[in-house]
């Protein structure tokens, strides 16, 4: 890059006045306005998305699922459905072996990812609108070059109220094989895993990732993987209580495996957000590059939840198809086990090797002499002082 200073700037020793000419600072009333102005765009910038989000959760409540989430039953379905995401986001934090994230910090991050769930299902309306053409040009090239068409009534069903509904897409007799896939892999990949990883990572840099507290790049894999948890959470929570409107009853949802279905999908949304939230803590502390390295996280993340929506409705019942001991329900098991294993291993390894060089290094020394510069009674502890050596 070039010299970021003016030619002036370099040519003088500032000792004339260069004030608005090429150096600035708010001396009168109108640069002090501009600069709260400012602040204030940046700010409102920041949490329009949350507004957003808790105006459309409160309408959804008032909507009629408000009535089910008062429901005994409904709530304890619920909890039990984020019990492994939140056993997965538990594993994460204990693995942070920098200090203890303030629990307010986890809270706030935990209820932002509760509160944007809601604005990326909107998201995930409004997107498939700006790239549908991408999609129905693909989509007719592909059906042209084998001598398919599809009737124009059709291709209407596949904007259903502006998105693109895999259910609908499966459905289409003139959508079959690798043409199906490809469109459906379009939807995962250009939107569902954008979206929705761009919410979650949204709810940890709105405030998690402007506080003190987040002062380590495995911060970010922390509050990254809260955030998920609280996505989870709300998601968990629409789908249940929209199945409970649906039976009627609370006690019929024991049965229709609802429950276990959204136990199954609850850890993947940590896990990916654990790896974009890692990238954002590595972008915090290599500011050059800030840009770049939030965007590999999220085209990690993206890819590995387009590639896990695309594949669970693959492979399962492939599977179940060529073994006919195997059901299509232990097919599913088994594919998201060894799915969010594989994807879970991968976020491991980068915390374990943060964790290795921490301790070569000893990065810990450097922050004990940092709290005990200000310690005061309720400082959080470093995981250093309540763990053994890690073998190397």
């Known amino acids: 890059m070039g010299d970021s200073t003016d030619p002036i700037q370099r040519a003088t020793d500032r000792s004339p006045d260069l004030y608005d000419v090429t ?34 959760l409160y309408y959804q409540l008032t909507a009629g699922l408000g009535s089910a989430v008062v429901n005994d039953t409904v ?8 019990l492994p995401a939140f056993l997965l986001a538990a594993i994460v934090w204990f693995s942070d072996i ?12 935990f209820g932002l990812g509760i509160v944007l769930g809601p604005f990326a299902g909107v998201l995930n309306v409004l997107v498939p609108l ?22 124009t ?5 596949i904007d259903v109220g502006g998105t693109l509904d895999p259910v609908v897409l499966q459905n289409m007799p003139e959508l079959e094989g690798a043409v199906l896939v490809v469109v459906l892999a379009l939807f995962f990949y250009l939107v569902v895993g954008p979206v929705e990883e761009g919410i979650k990572l949204l709810a940890v840099r709105v405030y998690a990732y402007r506080t ?5 790049v495995v911060d970010g894999a922390v509050y990254g993987a809260v955030a998920g948890l609280g996505f989870a959470t709300v998601e968990n929570a629409l789908y249940i209580t929209d199945a409970f409107q649906q039976v009627g009853q609370a006690a019929d949802l ?77 097919a599913l098991v088994g594919f998201i086990v060894v799915y ?24 810990s020394e450097g922050v004990e002499r940092a709290i005990d510069a200000d310690l005061v009674e309720f400082d959080p502890p470093t995981r250093r002082d309540r763990e053994p050596p890690e073998q190397q």
């Open 130 to 151: 700006a790239v549908l053409g991408l999609i129905a040009a693909v989509l007719l090239t592909v059906l042209d070059a084998i001598g398919r068409s599809v009737p």
């Open 340 to 363: 969010d294993g594989s994807i879970g291993y991968f976020l491991y390894r980068k915390i374990r090797r943060y964790r290795r060089i921490y301790r070569r290094v000893g990065a």
């Open 212 to 216: 003190d507290s987040f002062d380590a």
């Open 75 to 82: 709530r304890l379905l619920v909890v039990l459905s984020i």
């Open 153 to 157: 009534e059709e291709l209407a069903r």
């Open 23 to 56: 150096a600035w600072e708010p001396r009168s009333a109108l640069d002090r306005l501009a600069t709260v102005v400012y602040g204030w765009a940046q700010t409102w910038t920041r949490w329009l998305p949350v507004l957003v989000s808790v105006l459309l």
């Open 254 to 330: 024991f049965g229709d495996g609802i429950v276990a279905s959204r136990a199954l999908a609850g850890p993947g949304h940590v896990i990916y957000s654990g790896i974009a939230g890692y990238y954002l803590g590595l972008a915090k502390f290599n500011r050059e590059n800030a840009g770049p390295i939030v965007v590999k996280g999220l085209l990690i993340a993206a890819f590995f939840h387009g590639t896990y929506n695309l594949l669970v409705g693959i492979v399962p019942g492939a599977v179940a198809d060529a073994v006919p001991s195997v059901t299509r329900a232990m």
């Open 98 to 109: 920098t200090t203890n994230e303030p629990l307010a910090s986890l809270l706030i991050t």
